[in-house]
């Protein structure tokens, strides 16, 4: 049983940064893709960004390109998500996400990943 906890989340004022760390716990991190997914009050769960489990190849929705950076260290079983120059449209709900199927297939569909942490909350003051 995977356990995948965030942290990092808060409010900012738009321009600013923030850092997201996912801690993941029961399972072989280093085996599957993980991802960044984000829901915000009305709006479907989107994936924001993905990483391949040696972190060969990463995804990231046309929203986010240039602004966010994935990342992932195996040996702390831990994930990152770089968030810079953020924008009121970044407000949501950001979940962490083990797809535990695939250590290379980056899928975009929530319904794919079968962990999910508590999720936290990022909030952007214009």
């Known amino acids: 049983q995977v356990q995948l906890v965030e942290s990092g989340g808060g409010l900012v004022q738009a321009g600013g940064s923030l850092r997201l760390s996912c801690a993941a716990s029961?399972?072989?991190?280093?085996?599957?893709?993980m991802g960044w997914f984000r829901q915000a009050p009305g709006k479907e769960r989107e994936l924001v960004a993905a990483i391949t489990s040696t972190s060969a190849s990463t995804y990231y929705a046309d929203s986010v390109k240039g602004r966010f950076t994935i990342s992932r260290d195996n040996a702390k079983n831990t994930m990152y998500l770089q968030m810079n120059s953020l924008q009121p449209e970044d407000t949501a709900v950001y979940y962490c996400?083990?797809?535990?199927?695939?250590?290379?297939?980056?899928?975009?569909?929530?319904?794919?990943?079968?962990?999910w942490g508590q999720g936290t909350q990022v909030t952007i003051s214009s």
């Open positions: 996400a083990a797809d535990t199927t695939t250590g290379w297939d980056i899928r975009r569909e929530a319904y794919k990943y079968n962990y």
């Open positions: 029961g399972g072989t991190f280093s085996s599957y893709v």
